[in-house]
T-cell receptor, first 115, second 113 residues
Framework: EAGVAQSPRYKIIEKRQSVAFWCNPI?????LYWYQQILGQGPKLLIQ????????DSQLPKDRFSAERLKGVDSTLKIQPAKLEDSAVYLC?????????????FGPGTRLTVL | SQQGEEDPQALSIQEGENATMNCSYK?????LQWYRQNSGRGLVHLIL?????REKHSGRLRVTLDTSKKSSSLLITASRAADTASYFC?????????????FGKGTLLTVNP
């Protein structure tokens, strides 16, 4: 079974530039998550999709971050414009949610450096 | 906000020793999960324990849950150098069907050969 795919793996940009990350979840997983992980901390949920609808985006800085999952499969996360404090690893995860629990499968992440 | 708080923040042991990490949380949960993260990689699910369970085993892993104290522990027995990683607890406190997890800050485990 193929895992969660993310691209790019690394990205370096100047502050105020824009950047986009892509994620393809495991086939059949209805729920997709984007996390931000700052060095030395645990992942912080940015946005959660159920199919192509947003379930939770309470911690997404909506003035600069946006995300979409148009066909309920792959997803993109965009930052525009980037700030220095956005330097972090952006993790995508997916899960087959249901009565058996919500184990999440993570992609390798995109390491973003904002200069 | 982060629900779980792992303790200790860092742990260094010798190969073959046991490693114990603790997690405390603040609100009622549906389940608690432990994840491992190797340096520069994504997280890998290790084990899930439901709120009505007290102990669970998976290979060299043993997880306990005390809902009265709002705490959990992860024990790794007979540790190996390959166990070197960060370990995170994550709580599902949704109470409904959101299936949202809140992660702690993690424990960095170093197993010396």
């Amino acid at each position: 079974e193929a895992g969660v795919a993310q691209s790019p793996r690394y990205k370096i940009i100047e502050k105020r530039q824009s950047v986009a990350f892509w994620c393809n979840p495991i086939s059949g997983h209805a729920t997709l998550y984007w996390y931000q992980q700052i060095l030395g901390q645990g992942p912080k949920l940015l946005i959660q999709f159920q199919n192509n609808g947003v379930v939770d985006d309470s911690q997404l800085p909506k003035d600069r971050f946006s995300a979409e999952r148009l066909k309920g499969v792959d997803s993109t996360l965009k930052i525009q414009p980037a700030k220095l404090e956005d330097s972090a690893v952006y993790l995508c995860a997916s899960s087959f949610t249901g009565q058996f629990g919500n184990e999440q499968f993570f992609g390798p992440g995109t390491r973003l450096t904002v200069l | 906000s982060q629900q779980g708080e792992e303790d200790p923040q860092a742990l260094s042991i010798q190969e073959g020793e046991n490693a114990t990490m603790n997690c405390s949380y603040k609100t009622s949960i549906n389940n608690l999960q432990w994840y491992r993260q190797n340096s520069g990689r994504g997280l890998v699910h290790l084990i899930l324990i439901r709120s009505n369970e007290r102990e669970k085993h998976s290979g060299r892993l043993r997880v306990t849950l005390d809902t009265s104290k709002k705490s959990s522990s992860l024990l790794i027995t007979a540790s190996r150098a390959a166990d070197t990683a960060s370990y995170f607890c994550a709580t599902d406190e949704s109470g409904g069907s959101n299936y949202k997890l809140t992660f702690g800050k993690g424990t960095l485990l170093t197993v010396n050969p």
